[in-house]
């Protein structure tokens, strides 16, 4: 099968955008319309070893990035969002429209994938096991996440923890890593080796920079893991690392609390998370130095757990 880094090398990948792009996206397949070259040129710079689909499939998600009509075209040119023609956020202008396709991918993901428990937490796997860290924003989730996919854990997420209802397997959505504010120099300087994309200013989250994902979980975003930890992150300025256990009934309500659809999915969401957090070890960390909560995560994982399905 075709990869989207083929595509685009062979000039081909204009012409199929303009048609409608199919590429798996994890556990879906997207179908992307765009005539902007610079969201192409990005899309295949960071998931350059993603199948593409060269005949029309069942999409989970038919998207596009659009240009206005009228003078906002041209004048302060803006961005469109759409999904299945519906607009579901107000116009971006035009230099944000990569970072609005990531976004509206995700919210897409977020409101129509209610056949997963879906959890807003960085997910990662190591020898077949997945850690989860839920987290709230500004907690370092992401930065430590760039870390660890960069330091012997594969990405299977950033954003969501996608829990298979029928195994309770944790299943990959590896996407670009987005950086805000003072994480771009933090990775920049941490990881010489990440490849990092253009920074966006002044958009609706500060300054936006997106760290492309290794080619290795791009390339095995089909493969589920077991879920066994479960690791609350928090950044503090200056604090020594504190990896510590937590009583699950905490890690219950605060998983509850970083959930996209436990509330929509009611007494089945209920089971699935009770289920998850009795297959899992819970921890909180607080850390400001990332070669120490990287060598506390790996402490961690050395320790007997759960056998893996």
Wanted: aromatic share 10%.
């Amino acid at each position: 099968m075709m990869k989207l880094g083929e595509l685009a090398g062979s000039g081909a990948l204009g012409r199929h955008a303009s048609d409608g792009l199919y590429f798996r996206t994890g556990p879906f397949v997207t179908r992307l319309e765009t005539a902007y070259p610079p969201v192409l040129d990005l899309l295949a710079r960071f998931y350059g070893e993603t199948e593409v689909f060269p005949d029309p499939v069942i999409a989970s998600f038919n998207v596009a990035i659009r240009r206005p009509l009228g003078p906002r075209r041209w004048w302060r040119a803006q961005a469109l969002f759409a999904i299945e023609d519906t607009l579901p956020f107000e116009p971006y202008p035009l230099s944000h429209a990569y970072p609005l396709l990531e976004w509206g991918l995700n919210w897409s993901i977020a409101t129509r994938s209610n056949h997963f428990l879906m959890l807003h937490a960085a997910a990662l796997e190591r020898g077949g096991r997945a850690l989860l860290m839920p987290a709230t924003p500004g907690s370092g989730k992401s930065t430590l996440g760039a870390a660890l996919a960069f330091r012997g854990w594969r990405l299977l997420s950033d954003e969501f923890g996608l829990i298979e209802r029928a195994s309770g397997r944790v299943a990959p959505l590896p996407r670009a890593i987005p950086l805000k504010n003072r994480s771009i120099p933090v990775i920049r300087d941490y990881l010489p080796e990440a490849e990092l994309g253009p920074e966006f200013e002044k958009t609706r989250k500060g300054t936006v920079a997106h760290v492309r994902p290794p080619d290795d979980c791009i390339r095995r975003q089909t493969e589920t893991a077991a879920p066994a930890w479960i690791v609350f992150p928090r950044y503090i300025a200056g604090h020594p690392t504190n990896l510590r256990p937590i009583p699950k009934g905490l890690a219950f309500v605060r998983l509850a609390q970083n959930s996209f659809n436990y509330r929509v999915l009611g007494r089945v969401g209920f089971q699935h998370l009770t289920d998850l957090i009795r297959r899992c070890a819970c921890y909180s960390v607080e850390y400001s130095d990332l070669d120490s909560v990287i060598a506390a995560l790996g402490d961690m994982t050395a320790a007997p757990g759960p056998e893996v399905p």
